[in-house]
């Protein structure tokens, strides 16, 4: 699975899944990439505690920052510290977050990375934000513009880099963002937010509330049966025509990143049942 997109996937969880981290951990391949949020409802010590957890099993933690929940730099670099001290801090994800006005001094994610705290403790790697399908609240022109700002930042700052998308439904506007991506040289690794297997309803309710296309005809382009909103549904079909359209050549190196709305084991699961299938094929 050299050139698949399902080759070294990464994870997430919340600061509150450590316990499901552990239900779940037997079954997640060691040194898996699992990033932990940064939500309005967790605190410094979950955060650190599931980034701990995250390493003490065998995995690679990707702490969130959240720049517009920063209150300040100090309580930045009190986060930053204390993943340093666990050893946390190589591997670090900054987005925006969902605040409209920032709690501090960090209007968005590019100012994070512009203070230049990030290395002085101990960081080495920085993923980013990418919308495929664009944002509900930043216009189109803006999403560019912050994409290139960064990574000219991190290539200047002699830091490596990963975007990370928002997840989506539809491979059309994927493929096409990823060769826009590539055409702004851009080279930066890309992984393509995709939902684990959940509940219809549950992810179309997630769809609605970040603003990601989810009309009839996409849903069952996904696989989901509108008419029978108690079903799950997983991203096979997703990930079958990503696969069969990547071209490496092309769109550069192209990974997933699967959210975990229906529970890390159950995703897990379904992951390893797909890689099991596809390998019988």
Known sequence: MANSVMSDYS???????VD???EARALIPAGTRINVTFLGNE????????????????F?????????????????????????ADGTSEN???VGGDPTTPEGPYADSHEVILSGVLPDYGVKHVSVSGYPEGHPDIPHDALWKAIRDKDQTLKTAGLPGTVITQFGFDVDPVITWIEEVRGHGIELPIRIGVPGPAGIKRLLSYAKRFGVASSAGI????????T?????????????????????ARHG????????FGGLKATQEWINQFEAKSLSR
């Open 20 to 22: 499901k981290l552990d």
């Open 253 to 260: 190196e192209v990974k997933l990143h699967f959210y975990t």
């Open 219 to 226: 849903a069952k382009k996904y696989g989901m049966s509108i």
């Open 11 to 17: 994870l997430e969880m919340t600061g509150k899944d």
């Open 43 to 58: 605190d410094l010590e979950m955060r650190v505690s599931a980034s701990r957890a995250v390493k003490d099993w065998g």
């Open 92 to 94: 670090v994800f900054v």
């Open 60 to 84: 690679t933690p990707v702490p969130h920052i959240s720049a517009r929940r920063l209150k300040s730099q100090e309580m930045l670099e009190e986060f930053l510290g204390r993943l340093q």
């Open 228 to 248: 029978n909103l108690m079903g799950t549904a997983g991203p096979d079909k997703f990930i079958r025509e990503l696969e069969e359209r990547y071209e490496p």
